[in-house]
């Protein structure tokens, strides 16, 4: 079966801090690997996504992941973040029939 | 505009009673789920539908029921059976053949009185 495992629960930085969040995933496929986000009342939404090629993967609002294959994670990093990042962010696994599987997310607040 | 719609976005039912969820989609996709999304646990399968008059049990099936006899709609019912059904339900759709991409509706927020 797989999984994903999202490091940390709670994260607080202030504004133009580097952030990383870390994704371990075990699968036994091929893997598509995802980072969605959920902004305070929005929905979620996607973030990035990596499914071959350059293990380096960029997406939306500077944001970016780095597939290591030996590593089986796919951490999420921004160089400076800012105020309106403050959300919620799940790593997800998958490429099936069955739709994801999710992290169990973390809570990112940027302080100002 | 094309899009998930999840209704009601709040709903509040008394323990026993069943409640259905409806989700709409008109983005043509093939395949669409329900997630549970419970703080701290991250989302969870509950069912999920590849075509039409066909669905699988996810992950946390019990207590829950579907249907999908329109391509578009994809209603879950949270029966009594359910112990603990207070949540926040998500609904999404993919292309099919599945690359993995999800596009979720804004949710509805089930609260058992």
């Known amino acids: 079966a797989q999984s994903v495992s999202q490091h940390n629960h709670h994260v607080i930085l202030s504004e133009a801090a580097s952030l990383e969040l870390g994704c371990n995933y075990s699968?036994?496929?091929?893997?598509?690997l995802f980072w969605y986000v959920q902004y305070p009342g929005q929905h979620l939404q996607l973030l990035l996504k990596?499914?071959?090629?350059?293990?380096l993967v960029k997406g939306i609002k500077g944001f970016e992941a780095e597939f290591i294959k030996s590593k089986f994670s796919f951490n999420l990093r921004k160089p400076s973040v800012q105020w309106s990042d403050t959300a919620e962010y799940f790593c997800?696994?998958?490429?099936?029939?069955?739709?994801?599987?999710f992290g169990k997310g973390t809570h990112l607040i940027i302080q100002p | 505009d094309g899009g998930i719609t999840q209704s009601p976005k709040y709903l509040f039912r008394k323990e026993g009673q069943n409640v259905t969820l409806s989700c709409e989609q008109n983005?043509?996709?093939?395949?669409m789920y329900w997630y549970r999304q419970d703080p701290g646990q991250g989302l969870r399968l509950i069912y999920y539908?590849?075509?039409?008059?066909?669905?699988q049990k996810g992950d946390i099936a019990e207590g829950y029921s579907v249907s999908r006899e329109k391509k578009e709609s994809f209603p879950l019912t949270v029966t009594s059976a359910q112990k603990n059904p207070t949540a926040f339900y998500l609904c999404?759709?993919?292309?099919?053949?599945?690359?993995?991409?999800?596009?979720f509706g804004e949710g509805s927020r089930l609260t058992v009185l």
């Open positions: 983005l043509n996709h093939d395949a």
């Open positions: 699968y036994g496929g091929t893997v598509n």
């Open positions: 990596y499914f071959s090629g350059d293990p």
């Open positions: 997800a696994v998958g490429g099936g029939a069955d739709g994801l599987t």
């Open positions: 539908s590849q075509i039409v008059n066909d669905f």
């Open positions: 999404a759709s993919s292309m099919f053949p599945n690359t993995g991409e999800l596009f």
